[in-house]
């Protein structure tokens, strides 16, 4: 039975499972760590740890992640999606699109996706997103969602960055209030991917994509590509306009303009 049946019958509710079972902590190294460890050890999926700051906050690319006490929140998420790796693969853009809709219901904020993984607010970033999965034969057998996000300034954060506080509109709410629509909203989308339904996975993404129409670099390892951004495609690949035609990207480093 696949997991999209199980959860048409009642017995997955994702939208509910993720966050049910929440595990907050003090300090910690990595919340990806503890999940890790509690994924070895056999736990359901959805569990969820909240640290209130890491000593070793990991980003995207070996970058750290900057995780000042009670400044942000952190979180890591057990997922164990139990389908090909080619399904799971809009599932970090559908992440995105989940924390802009969560923190951003009606689009009033101006809070959009770049490309990949970052929720940025006029260029500067508010949060991040980072995805590890585990094969298990052909299949994900699990995966450890991360986010952070930024809530009150801290000086320990890079220029580039801006807490949820400081953004005019928004809604900083409890650390708890916040995860709990983040949760929901991913549980949507992780829903439509389970249920092969990509399109439902990655609604909404053109109108909250950061950079829409723009000239952009991507690096991809010794690779730069550089074309302007038309969209989204249903694998969560970034479609560019080159001049040797339409290219979709799966992967790379997201830059404005021509090597800005
Ligand atoms: C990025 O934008 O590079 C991704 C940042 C992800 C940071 C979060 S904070 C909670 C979880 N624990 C980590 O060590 N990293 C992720």
């Known amino acids: 039975m696949s997991s999209c049946a199980r959860s048409l019958d009642g017995a997955v509710d994702h939208p509910r499972i993720l966050g049910a079972s929440i595990v907050r902590m003090g300090t910690v190294t990595s919340t990806m760590d503890i999940?890790?460890?509690l994924e070895r050890l056999g736990a359901a999926e959805g569990i969820t740890v909240i640290a209130a700051s890491q000593t070793r906050g990991?980003?995207?690319a070996g970058r750290s992640w900057q995780s000042p006490e009670s400044a942000g929140l952190y979180c890591s998420i057990l997922l164990r999606p139990r389908i090909s790796p080619y399904r799971f693969q809009p599932f970090s853009i559908a992440v995105g699109l989940a924390l802009c809709e969560a923190l951003d219901p009606d689009q009033?904020?101006?809070?959009r996706l770049k490309w990949p993984n970052d929720i940025v607010y006029q260029e500067k970033k508010l949060a991040g997103i980072l995805l590890t999965t585990s094969l298990g034969g052909a299949l994900v057998e699990s995966a450890i969602l991360g986010i952070g996000l930024n809530l009150h300034p801290d000086?320990?954060?890079p220029d580039h960055a801006i807490?949820?506080?400081e953004i005019p509109g928004s809604n900083p709410a409890a650390v708890e209030q916040l995860f709990e629509s983040i949760a929901r909203m991913i549980g949507l989308r992780y829903d439509?991917?389970?249920?092969?339904d990509p399109e439902?996975?990655?609604a909404d993404a053109d109108a909250r994509l950061a950079l829409?129409?723009?000239a952009v670099a991507i690096e991809d390892g010794s690779m730069t590509h550089f074309g302007q951004v038309i969209g989204i495609d249903d694998r969560g690949a970034l479609q560019l306009a080159t001049s040797s035609g339409i290219v979709a990207i799966s992967s790379g480093e997201l830059t404005r303009g021509p090597r800005s």
């Open 200 to 202: 439902r996975a990655l």
């Open 108 to 111: 009033q904020i101006g809070l």
């Open 212 to 214: 829409l129409g723009r």
């Open 35 to 37: 999940v890790r460890q």
């Open 163 to 165: 807490s949820l506080t």
């Open 58 to 60: 990991r980003g995207r």
């Open 155 to 157: 000086t320990a954060r």
């Open 192 to 196: 439509a991917i389970l249920c092969e």
